[in-house]
């Protein structure tokens, strides 16, 4: 009887999961096509309901009517992974054995704490993936009652007063139990994600049906909809003073030279009496040239055109030369000259390498074409700067383009922001002023 009636509770189960597989598979399609919303990690709270089916040690095992659950949970997920929550409700159950008996009423409360892992973060781990697959298993506490009424008009009650009472709730059974099952997950936006949960729950009782009969535990499932509320999200939050910090960040390097100088000031003026007086010049002197700027840094805006790395003989490029030849007429001295050239993120980054190598040589030339005698004893250094993904962000950030914040975390989120970019290109036209801003180079004289 205990083989056949596993069989039957198998069938049952795996039918179950098959439905809902075969009804949420869209939808996982669907939705890793959307733009990834999901935070790290996060706390949740929710509702869910729907049927439960009784298996109790009676023949046929499983019972022929459905009824329905209700439970709250609670808990926390540990980078979309690992879920630890709690799961507290009430179950109703119904059934009857054809010309043997009926249950007139059985139902139970139930709390158990639980544990489960996201198994599609086996395959990849993608933490803002939309869809989960979560197996759990659990453990905690049923208080129950159940009455029976057989087929000769004898009534046989388990907890109730007047019935085999127990200690729980009203004089219900208090028993233990072990719920194990899959729940299927989809995060629809950031903070509500709904979910289908199928459960088989074992009990340490074999009178979920009122009738003892001593030979195994019973069984009841569930398989409900619910709907959870997230909150406490945990994202990283990028350095406020740059986006991101670039090697040349003015506010970075501002932080830094004020840190030394202030280390510098703090252990002169701790100083003892006795030290000598050129040894407090030598610090002073490496604190000023600690704290020395080396660079003087222009961003040329001589025209390129979109791939392209020859300067346009125009008389806006030549105003930007203009510039430095100013600073020389002026006294500026410096021996070398460095160029730096960027490419605009649209294309990929092989080419964008070469292309801002290609733009920062073509930079040296036309200096030196237009300036002539003026730099002729100067030396140039030109390096390719490849993508300015730094330039590209802090240009829509200062921009008045609408959901600039929206686009930007859907370009740092992508599994290739490139191509993010360019689909956005077609959306928002917007973003074309502002790569084209980007095709450039800079100057750096070094003194």
């Not at 009676?58 to 630890?84: E, I």
């Not at 406490?232 to 004020?258: F, L, S, T, V, Y």
């Not at 294309?347 to 801002?356: A, E």
């Not at 100067?378 to 959901?403: C, T």
Request: aromatic letters at 10%.
């Amino acid at each position: 009887m205990l083989i056949k009636s596993k069989i039957v509770m198998k069938k049952f189960t795996l039918k179950s999961l098959l439905i809902i597989a075969f009804a949420i598979v869209p939808m996982t399609i669907f939705a890793q096509e959307k733009e990834e919303i999901n935070p790290y990690n996060y706390f949740f709270v929710g509702i869910e309901g729907g049927a439960t089916q009784l298996f109790g040690d009676n023949q046929p095992f499983k019972m022929d009517q459905t009824s329905w659950d209700a439970n709250l949970h609670f808990g926390y997920v540990f980078k979309n992974q690992a879920y630890f929550y709690g799961n507290v409700g009430y179950a109703d159950l119904k059934g009857k054995y054809d010309k043997f008996f009926t249950i007139d009423e059985a139902n139970l409360y139930q709390a158990s704490i639980n544990v489960g892992y996201d198994v599609l973060q086996l395959f990849k781990l993608n933490p803002h993936r939309l869809l989960g697959i979560v197996p759990h298993a659990g453990w905690g506490v049923i208080n129950h009652k159940a009455t029976i009424k057989y087929e000769d008009g004898t009534i046989v009650k388990n907890g109730y007063k007047d019935g085999n009472p127990g200690k729980g709730i009203d004089s219900r059974r208090n028993v233990f139990q072990t719920p194990l099952g899959i729940n299927f997950i989809f995060n629809f936006t950031k903070h509500f994600q709904a979910n289908i949960d199928v459960v088989a729950v074992q009990t340490a009782t074999n009178g979920l049906d009122a009738r003892q009969s001593g030979k195994h535990d019973d069984w009841y499932s569930y398989a409900n909809i619910g709907l959870s509320y997230k909150f406490g999200n945990k994202e990283h939050k990028p350095c406020p003073e740059c986006e991101p910090a670039a090697p040349d960040c003015d506010a970075c390097a501002d932080a830094i030279r004020q840190a030394v100088k202030d280390a510098v000031d703090e252990a002169l003026k701790n100083q003892q009496p006795c030290e000598e007086p050129a040894k407090a010049e030598a610090a002073a002197t490496e604190a000023e040239a600690a704290a020395a700027v080396p660079f003087k840094n222009i961003d040329l805006d001589l025209t390129f055109k979109s791939g392209s790395a020859e300067v346009e003989d125009s008389e806006a490029n030549r105003e930007e030369i203009k510039e430095i030849s100013d600073d020389i007429d002026a006294g500026m001295q410096f021996s070398t000259v460095k160029v730096e050239g960027y490419a605009s993120p649209e294309g990929n980054d092989k080419q964008n390498q070469q292309l801002s190598q290609d733009r920062a040589d073509a930079t040296v030339a036309y200096i030196q074409n237009n300036l002539g005698d003026k730099v002729k004893d100067v030396e140039f250094e030109s390096e390719g700067m490849g993508s300015d993904w730094d330039g590209f962000f802090k240009a829509l950030k200062n921009s008045n383009i609408s959901n600039k914040a929206e686009i930007e975390k859907s370009i740092r989120t992508a599994e290739d922001p490139t191509v993010k970019l360019n689909e956005l290109r077609k959306q928002y036209t917007e973003l074309e002023s502002l790569l084209k801003t980007l095709r450039r180079t800079k100057v750096s004289y070094i003194e």
